[in-house]
């Protein structure tokens, strides 16, 4: 039976937990003590952003965790503005800083484009993966990746440069799988990665997910994670109490039934934040 201390393997051979911690937004008001707690229900994985602003809190947990730097896995990425050359290599220097760390074991491009105003986005995109490419030769990341690419940005890159990245983290959850996203880094030996893989309250009280989390007694957040886990895609849950981290972790004791993957994947729409790469963001 596969245990969340399991791993996927990227494309470079690095192993990565098959669950991680996503920290945006989960730091507010609470600072370095959501990681602390994190850390202690079992967490090795932690999923930031320069963008997220609580990489200074997150450094603080793990150093005085005493949990040690090689057993964790720390990602970080660089944000729009700061794509480019020498704006990419700043910002990954205080990510370093913020995290009390000499490197980093993935670090990403945040977003494909600087802004959609910006006729040059491609070029700009190209500059700044090959600066992540240097880090990357140079030891200084582990392994490089992007965020809320599309198959035509992911295709920039595998025309202008040299290196395959090892992650596109996306948004993934039943009712919004973005399936040509998934099969094309699938086709490509890219790992997807599922920010808000509970997808939002609509998600969870989707009257499917209801029966079939009565049906395999489980919660509707246990049926989201455990639906990306077996799709192959990494699902970094968010929580800020012990009882939710812990339980977000307990979803390696039951098999979702082939028929019920199908369903599940076959739900309406639901639960889309309205972030797209291409176009401003929708509201609901």
Not at 74 to 91: F, I, N, P, R
Request: glycine residues 8%; proline residues 5%; hydrophobic residues 35%.
């Amino acid at each position: 039976m596969k245990s969340r201390y399991d791993c996927f393997e990227l494309n470079n051979g690095i192993k990565i937990p098959c669950i991680g911690f996503g920290t945006y937004k989960t730091t507010d008001g609470k600072g370095a003590e959501v990681i602390k707690a994190a850390l202690e229900a079992g967490y090795r994985y932690f999923d930031t952003a320069a963008f997220y602003n609580n990489e200074e809190e997150i450094g603080k947990a793990v150093q005085e965790s005493g949990v040690k730097r090689e057993e964790l896995f720390l990602a970080s990425k660089v944000w729009k503005s700061d794509m480019g050359a020498k704006e990419t290599k700043a910002s990954f220097e205080e990510s370093l800083r913020r995290l009390k760390t000499d490197y980093l074991d993935l670090y990403l491009i945040h977003w494909p484009r600087r802004n959609l105003e910006t006729e040059e986005w491609k070029e700009v995109l190209t500059e700044t993966w090959k600066t992540m490419e240097e880090l990357y030769r140079g030891g200084r990341v582990r392994a490089i990746g992007v965020s809320n690419f599309l198959p035509h940005h992911l295709e920039v890159l595998f025309n202008t440069t040299e290196v395959c990245p090892a992650v596109n983290q996306i948004e993934f959850h039943p009712g919004h799988t973005q399936e040509i996203t998934v099969n094309y880094c699938k086709e490509k030996g890219i790992l997807v990665q599922a920010w808000s893989p509970l997808g939002r309250k609509r998600v969870l009280e989707h009257p499917l997910l209801l029966e079939l989390s009565k049906k395999y007694n489980v919660s509707p957040a246990q049926l989201c994670i455990r639906y990306a886990y077996e799709r192959g895609v990494l699902p970094i849950p968010k929580a800020s109490s012990r009882e939710r981290m812990m339980e977000n972790q307990e979803v390696f004791g039951f098999e979702i039934s082939l028929e019920d993957m199908y369903r599940i994947g076959s739900m309406p729409p639901a639960g889309w934040s309205g972030e797209h790469p291409d176009f401003e963001k929708v509201h609901f």
